[in-house]
């Protein structure tokens, strides 16, 4: 189902790794996808509308038409709630598999970084594209936050933390005034 398996935010990048331990293909054309969110959302069109920021009457035309083209924001704003909300429980259980084998996931992206240090200064955030290995405890903290429902913000916080811990300051404990921070995503991608 997913055309790309990248992406520029924290939360769809892990739905897109998640979607790769599926058991089952979740549905496929734009009106069997709609059904299957009014169902999670218990038939309320106005707050499946408001989660995919359209109007009531986009879904409506919709569930008519049946199709809409490929590059619409509203097919792709169905597309990324399937795939957040498909199989749970395959997705819980992948999760814990990670977890209890050693908590490591890769992570490949493009994104503009920046490093403040102890002393205050800091890196002009600069585009870096890297491919490293997390380690414990980020990903669970990654896990944790993606099912509590956390914020975009929160994630790249947890994602910079991780960053600078693997990439920056590998061999020796981070000072409390360092911190990573991803200033824009150009492309992210979990392996799990």
């Not at 059904?35 to 109007?55: F, G």
């Not at 490293?132 to 975009?152: D, I, K």
Request: aromatic share 8%; hydrophobic share 40%.
């Amino acid at each position: 189902m997913p055309l790309r398996l990248s992406a520029n935010t924290v939360l769809e990048a892990l739905d897109r790794a998640d979607s790769r331990h599926w058991t089952r293909t979740p549905p496929l054309s734009a009106r069997a996808r709609l059904a299957y969110l009014l169902r999670h959302h218990h038939h309320d069109t106005a707050a499946l509308a408001h989660r995919l920021e359209a109007s009531p009457a986009d879904l409506d035309a919709l569930r008519t038409a049946g199709q809409i083209p490929q590059d619409h924001p509203l097919h792709q704003a169905v597309e990324r709630e399937v795939i957040r909300l498909w199989q749970p429980r395959i997705r819980r259980r992948a999760h814990d598999t990670i977890l209890a084998n050693g908590g490591q996931m890769m992570l490949s992206f493009r994104a503009w970084l920046g490093f403040t240090a102890a002393s205050g200064s800091s890196d002009d955030p600069r585009l870096r594209f890297l491919t490293l290995s997390l380690t414990a405890p980020y990903p669970e903290r990654l896990f944790t936050a993606q099912r509590t429902g956390a914020s975009e913000t929160e994630l790249r916080a947890i994602l910079g933390d991780a960053l600078g811990a693997c990439y920056f300051y590998r061999d020796r404990p981070a000072h409390p005034k360092e911190k990573t921070v991803l200033e824009r995503i150009d492309f992210l991608e979990f392996y799990y």
